[in-house]
């Protein structure tokens, strides 16, 4: 088999995968932000572990011939160095976790210039990462969310569960989350504008996603609308 794959991060989920993945056959290469867990793997397995992202781009090439629309999940617990890597070397259109990247304020601008989509997953990163939840009391001595920060930086966001089956979310939950973690919590608006972000920056063909945000516009205003009309009705009564 000629056929390569490239996993990055040997979670709960991703290292089942890789093992899979190598006893189908496939040339397989990983990275994880804790090497050892990667060297375990190549022990075991017929598995090549890198130590950088950027070394698995060969990985990804059949991907870049494909022109196909790529994820990356960097960020996450690591510097803002593997998102940068994730971005020039791997060719990221959208960015997962990417929690540290106000860290380097210039790749921060340089992903809202291009339009860079970070997916933010609140319970997960809480998690993984460790950051301030009002309900749980355990996570009380943690640093701050930076949803707020990523907001205030004109950055795409998108608010996505990670794996619902782990973490037991749900997108709603997630929203939840988000207005719970972030410093002030988020507005009816801010929420409506991050859900019409995710719309915007999902991976659908771009009539598709055209005509999505349309009808969410839409359903919005006519909303708005209603409520503005039930005000309205009861400043008369």
């Not at 950027?54 to 960020?75: K, M, N, P, Q």
């Not at 996505?160 to 973490?167: L, V, Y």
Request: glycine share 8%; net charge neutral; hydrophobic share 40%.
């Amino acid at each position: 088999n000629n056929m390569k794959a490239g996993m990055i991060g040997l979670g709960a989920m991703g290292i089942g995968m890789a093992r899979n993945v190598a006893k189908a056959g496939y040339l397989t290469g990983v990275y994880n932000r804790t090497a050892a867990k990667a060297k375990s793997l190549s022990e075991e397995l017929d598995v090549i572990a890198y130590h950088r992202p950027e070394e698995l781009a060969s990985y990804f090439v059949d991907a870049f011939r494909a022109c196909l629309r790529i994820t990356i999940h960097a960020g996450e617990g690591e510097s803002a160095e593997n998102i940068w890597e994730a971005a020039y070397h791997l060719h990221a259109d959208r960015i997962g976790h990417g929690l540290s990247l106000l860290d380097n304020p210039r790749l921060c601008e340089r992903f809202r210039d291009r339009g860079i989509c970070i997916e933010l997953c609140p319970t997960s990163n809480r998690e993984v990462v460790g950051f301030r939840d009002p309900e749980v009391p355990a996570s009380a001595s943690h640093p701050e969310y930076p949803l707020r920060r990523l907001m205030d930086a004109g950055l795409p966001i998108a608010i996505c569960t990670d794996n619902p089956g782990i973490s037991r979310t749900t997108v709603a939950d997630e929203f939840l989350a988000a207005a719970r973690m972030a410093r002030d919590g988020i507005t009816q608006w801010e929420a409506l504008a991050l859900m019409r972000q995710g719309f915007a920056n999902s991976f659908a063909p771009a009539l598709v996603r055209g005509q999505i945000v349309k009808a969410a516009d839409r359903r919005v205003f006519e909303l708005e609308s209603g409520i503005a009309s039930l005000r309205s009705d009861v400043s008369r009564s």
